[in-house]
């Protein structure tokens, strides 16, 4: 039986390299059996934490803010891993990405230990240059502090314009790993 895998696109073109990445890994995974669902975070109306510890109230929409991530939270919830997909913007994730990730918190809330459910994790970036050291500080943290465990990270360097992907071996990579889960 597969696995439920949540995806959180952060990137702003739809068919972009990012988009590429994910495809790919989607692929991947479905023919593995695994459920997956991805959000493309650009085309959602998500608003910036509050930072107002009001959360947490009721598990069924844990943020006060009642905006589009109450469709992602149950997914969330369910999901066995997610999938954090973005371009690389100022030397680290998108602000589309950062933004959902910061609400997130608010499932954290519903457990008086503030505790985050325990998750696996994958990383696909897409960037101009091929300076993904910001990013990985930021993801690595994510096992020291959330307790996730990496799965695999797919870094594609020097794609600037739509369709700079195309023939990458990065692209075989993603579904490689996208496969390899079940």
Sequence with gaps: MGKKILILNGSPRKSGNTSALV??????????????????????NIHG???????????NS???QKDDM????PVYREAEIVVLATPLYYWTISGQLKTCFDRLFAVAEC??????PQKETVLLMAAE????????YWYDRLEKHLG?????????GE????????????????????????
């Design 62 to 64: 844990p943020c006060v």
């Design 159 to 182: 794609v600037v314009g739509l369709g700079d992907i195309k023939g990458r071996n990065e692209l075989v990579k993603a579904y490689e790993l996208g496969k390899s889960i079940s």
């Design 70 to 73: 109450q469709k992602i939270y």
């Design 23 to 44: 495809s790919e890994f989607a692929r991947g995974a479905t023919e593995s059996g695994n459920d997956v669902t991805e959000f493309f975070l650009q085309s959602m």
């Design 111 to 116: 457990d008086k230990n503030y505790r985050n």
């Design 129 to 136: 240059g091929h300076d993904f050291e910001e990013s990985l």
């Design 49 to 59: 934490c509050l930072g107002c510890f009001g959360g947490g109230k009721d598990r």
């Design 148 to 156: 996730w465990k990496s799965l695999g990270k797919v870094l594609c």
